[in-house]
């Protein structure tokens, strides 16, 4: 079973930094693609960024590219998410998923950690 426990969250100042971190359980995860999402208040749940395990091609939404760096420690079944010159429309619950890289969706999902930015 899958287990994606998120953690590094918290209060931030605009243009100040966060670490994500995603610790992955359960499988191997050497022909998996792991992803970050967030959901912010009001809204529907948007891609952030992506990695995959096998060759660690990364890809991103626009809105963090230049920001967001996401990358995988194989060794520790850890993916994480540096985001540096946060703003305001940052905040929101990022997600950490997991998906096979045949399928389609994402079915493997963190609880959430909540990242607030002030203004």
Same mark, same amino acid.
């Given at each position: 079973?899958?287990?994606?426990? =998120?953690?590094?969250?918290?209060?931030?100042?605009? @243009?100040?930094?966060?670490?994500?971190?995603?610790?992955? !359980? @359960?499988?191997?995860?050497?022909?998996?693609?792991? @992803?970050?999402?967030?959901?912010?208040?009001?809204? =529907?749940?948007?891609?952030?960024?992506?990695?995959?395990?096998?060759?660690?091609?990364?890809?991103?939404?626009?809105?963090?590219?230049?920001?967001? /760096?996401?990358?995988?420690?194989?060794?520790?079944? /850890?993916?994480?998410?540096?985001?540096?010159?946060?703003?305001? =429309?940052?905040?929101?619950?990022?997600?950490?998923?997991?998906? /096979? !890289?045949?399928?389609?969706?994402?079915?493997?999902? @963190?609880?959430?950690?909540?990242? /607030?930015?002030? !203004?």
């Amino acid at each position: 079973q899958v287990q994606l426990v =998120e953690s590094g969250g918290g209060l931030v100042q605009a @243009g100040g930094s966060l670490r994500l971190s995603c610790a992955a !359980s @359960g499988r191997t995860f050497s022909n998996y693609n792991m @992803g970050w999402f967030r959901q912010a208040p009001g809204k =529907e749940r948007e891609f952030v960024a992506a990695i995959r395990w096998s060759g660690g091609f990364t890809y991103y939404a626009d809105s963090v590219k230049g920001r967001f /760096t996401i990358s995988g420690d194989n060794a520790k079944n /850890t993916v994480l998410l540096q985001m540096n010159s946060l703003k305001f =429309e940052d905040t929101a619950v990022y997600y950490c998923a997991a998906r /096979t !890289s045949a399928a389609i969706e994402y079915d493997h999902w @963190g609880q959430g950690t909540q990242v /607030t930015v002030s !203004s």
